[in-house]
């Protein structure tokens, strides 16, 4: 059974660095076949996508974030970790992490964690 | 990058059927993925690679996907089916791998 859990503050302050980790059992983080990605979403918004790690290690980030964002991995730990910097108000949101399934066909979000509502404020 | 338009709201009585559309340049040569999210969830899986369905998600739930326009359609809606539901596409041209759409409220009347 797939499983993630995101973990991390609940609540950051403003220009503060927020650092999430994702825990992922059922699958390992060097299977070439998967991959994972952090997306979020604000209250009442829609679904962001924020970055991905593949597993040779090869890291995608959002065009518009991408100065704020680290992704990295720990295989042995089975971890995957974000980095977002200069936390805002506006970067309130539930932040998953998801597992991406590279099927022989396409590239598909299978699997999601439960999220972690993170608050930015002062 | 790539943009995916959804329309905001569909409203549909129990028994008929749901049409969402997901609109894109050139959409129908990519592949795309439909998600389910009730409040307070997380996003559900109900459709990959235009038309396919995970296991355990109801034959109710279909897709199509051709020209700049693709569809998820839920026959015979149930109350259970209202929710917020978001297109997605795998963008591996762009540097911005994953894009969502901006998702669709679906109200069972």
């Known amino acids: 059974q797939v499983t993630l859990k995101e973990s991390g503050p609940v609540l950051v302050k403003p220009t503060e660095t927020l650092t999430l980790t994702c825990t992922v059992s059922?699958?390992?983080?060097?299977?070439?076949?998967?991959?994972v990605s952090w997306i979020r979403q604000p209250p009442g918004k829609a679904l962001e996508w924020l970055a991905h790690i593949f597993s040779n290690d090869e890291k995608s980030y959002s065009t518009s974030l991408k100065s704020r964002l680290t992704i990295s991995k720990d295989t042995s730990k089975s971890q995957v970790v974000l980095t977002m910097t200069n936390m805002d108000p506006v970067d309130t949101a539930t932040y998953y992490c998801?597992?991406?399934?590279?099927?022989?066909?396409?590239?598909?979000?299978?699997?999601w964690g439960q999220g972690t509502l993170v608050t930015v404020s002062s | 990058s790539y943009v995916l338009t959804q329309p905001p709201s569909v409203s549909v009585a129990p028994g008929q059927t749901a049409r969402i559309t997901c609109g894109g340049n050139n959409i129908g040569s990519k592949s795309v993925h439909w998600y389910q999210q009730k409040p307070g969830q997380a996003p559900v899986l109900v459709v990959y690679?235009?038309?396919d369905r995970p296991s355990g998600i109801p034959e109710r739930f279909s897709g199509s996907n051709s020209g700049n326009t693709a569809t998820l359609t839920i026959s015979r809606v149930e109350a259970g089916d209202e929710a917020d539901y978001y297109c997605q596409v795998w963008d591996s041209s762009s540097d911005h791998l994953v894009v969502f759409g901006g998702g669709t409220k679906l109200t069972v009347l």
């Open positions: 998801a597992r991406i399934s590279h099927l022989p066909e396409t590239t598909v979000t299978t699997d």
């Open positions: 690679d235009d038309s």
């Open positions: 059922g699958f390992s983080l060097s299977n070439a076949r998967m991959g």
